[in-house]
């Protein structure tokens, strides 16, 4: 996810301080994509010299406040409505791994299980995460999410372990 955005998504909703962003981007995401505070006013310090938000004051304890201006909520909307396209996505390590694990003859049965049981962990903890996560939506969205990338994964897994049996 874009922090930039994030933040964004978050200022659309009211002006928010720093720390307030941190904390409502994490407990959003269900806690899976820490945000160093850095990152928060490094990203709002770029935003703000973009023109898409603006210093609002401060609050009574002294905290910058920060709002969304209207070309913000113009990004903010064009991101919404705009698909995220594969290529806009990172490699994925893994894929280029076992690549490279069969080309290079490496024993991929023992790649595939070390991934599989990595797999299987994360698998388990979004799902134990998940029940903990009660009632917020973008919570469970986030974690529903995490949980089937993982099933595809150990999917996947299974598919590459047949593949390379099957070959000769």
């Given at each position: 996810?874009?922090?930039?955005h994030?933040?964004l998504a978050?200022?659309?909703?009211?002006?928010?301080?720093?720390?307030?962003?941190r904390v409502?981007f994490?407990?959003s995401?269900g806690?899976?994509w820490p945000?160093?505070?850095?990152q928060v006013?490094?990203?709002?310090a770029?935003?703000?010299?973009?023109g898409l938000?603006?210093p609002g004051?401060?609050?009574?304890q002294g905290?910058a406040?920060?709002?969304i201006?209207?070309?913000?909520?113009r990004e903010?909307?064009?991101?919404?409505g705009?698909?995220?396209?594969?290529?806009d996505?990172?490699?994925?390590e893994l894929?280029?791994k076992?690549?490279m694990?069969?080309a290079?003859?490496v024993?991929?049965a023992?790649v595939?299980?070390?991934?599989?049981e990595?797999?299987?962990r994360?698998?388990q903890?979004h799902?134990r995460?998940?029940?903990?996560?009660?009632e917020g939506l973008?919570?469970r969205?986030?974690?529903?999410s995490?949980?089937?990338k993982?099933?595809a994964?150990?999917?996947w897994?299974?598919?590459c372990e047949?593949?390379a049996?099957?070959?000769?």
């Amino acid at each position: 996810m874009s922090i930039r955005h994030g933040l964004l998504a978050l200022l659309s909703g009211g002006p928010r301080y720093g720390y307030q962003l941190r904390v409502e981007f994490e407990a959003s995401t269900g806690g899976t994509w820490p945000l160093n505070i850095g990152q928060v006013y490094t990203t709002l310090a770029r935003l703000e010299r973009d023109g898409l938000v603006a210093p609002g004051g401060s609050d009574e304890q002294g905290r910058a406040i920060y709002t969304i201006t209207e070309p913000g909520r113009r990004e903010l909307e064009h991101w919404y409505g705009t698909p995220v396209a594969p290529t806009d996505r990172p490699r994925d390590e893994l894929t280029i791994k076992i690549a490279m694990a069969v080309a290079g003859g490496v024993d991929v049965a023992a790649v595939l299980q070390t991934q599989r049981e990595a797999t299987m962990r994360a698998l388990q903890e979004h799902t134990r995460a998940k029940h903990r996560a009660g009632e917020g939506l973008a919570q469970r969205l986030v974690l529903d999410s995490l949980i089937f990338k993982a099933e595809a994964e150990l999917r996947w897994l299974d598919h590459c372990e047949a593949m390379a049996k099957g070959r000769t």
